[in-house]
């Protein structure tokens, strides 16, 4: 998949695949930075958990590679307001 290439649905792959279910999913248009690879910004919310979890992927990552770093993700502790505020 090359990095300009859209995305398919994260939410439907996650919850045949994986089990995991999805609030909202958003994937980023890839960024290039003047130094290292280009990158995407995946944000998404699980349906039991409010908060707003975010990671980076390289943008050449296909849906399957996307869904397993959702899948694996560990959140770290939480600083700040709540996400709702």
């Known amino acids: 998949m090359s990095a300009k290439a859209p995305?398919?649905?994260?939410?439907?792959e996650m919850k045949s695949q994986h089990?995991?279910?999805?609030?909202?999913?958003r994937v980023s248009a890839p960024f290039d930075q003047?130094?290292?690879p280009?990158?995407?910004?995946?944000?998404?919310?699980l349906k039991n958990d409010p908060c707003i979890q975010r990671r980076v992927v390289p943008a050449d990552?296909?849906?399957?590679?996307?869904a397993d770093v959702l899948r694996s993700h560990v959140p770290g502790k939480r600083y700040g307001p709540a996400d709702n505020d």
């Open 7 to 12: 995305v398919r649905n994260l939410a439907s």
């Open 34 to 36: 003047p130094f290292g």
């Open 19 to 25: 089990a995991l279910t999805l609030r909202e999913c």
């Open 61 to 66: 990552c296909t849906t399957s590679q996307i």
């Open 38 to 45: 280009p990158y995407r910004l995946v944000e998404w919310v």
